[in-house]
């Protein structure tokens, strides 16, 4: 897509640090780490939403994800990771986490009064619509 | 495992807001959601890492989260979602996302000098290695 900075990056419009590359994928680093060593690992092909994107690619994203992730801790001299996945424009990101780094996730919010039988009763009816 | 409060769950000797169950994985509400809905989908089997974790399992992880995700932002009528992945206990996270809910990830960083040349250096000649 003309206006994606991943589509840009995959064509070579607009540099990234890149980290890994093969026919599908590219990973690279991510210009405003959440943690030091924060890649990014997209398709080349432009996918817009997880549901939107192929099951095979979605497979093979995570299988690669899933090798490169230990290799990002160990270059980045981490000791862990968080994996993300964005669902705009479908990239995994891996998040190399370091003891005492104080990267904190979104704060928790407390469910009130019924609030949380509620949703899950609409959620548990849209899932059996969902997989029916 | 013993202490781990997913398996607890799954054992049942932890209540827990399920919205989804079948032979493999369970999914239910997370008590301290980021977002309201925010859903866990675990596999029932403990798994403690990403890369000790069956590449079986994390494929049929993803395709139910693929299939999940949607019916979770229905239910939970929110505009979106992010999607994580816990890799102490492997856990999908499902969070559902609604315009101007306020929700910003992990503070951004910046590279300084060339640490981002010298990181992405040590992560490729990583991955090299463990690729081949």
């Not at 919010?109 to 609030?115: L, P």
Request: charged share 25%.
């Amino acid at each position: 897509m003309n206006d994606c900075i991943f589509c840009k990056i995959v064509g070579g419009q607009i540099p990234a640090t890149k980290v890994y590359e093969d026919n599908d994928f590219v990973a690279f680093l991510d210009i405003h780490p959440v943690s030091y060593g924060h890649t990014l690992v997209i398709p080349k092909e432009h996918f817009d939403k997880l549901e939107n994107t192929p099951e095979e690619t979605v497979v093979k994203l995570y299988k690669l994800i899933r090798r490169l992730a230990p290799a990002v801790v160990a270059g980045s001299e981490a000791e862990g990771y968080n994996l993300g996945l964005n669902s705009g424009a479908v990239a995994g990101q891996i998040i190399p986490r370091r003891k005492n780094d104080g990267l904190e996730l979104w704060g928790e919010k407390e469910y009130q009064g019924n609030m949380m039988d509620e949703i899950a009763k609409k959620i548990r009816a849209a899932i059996k619509q969902a997989l029916n």
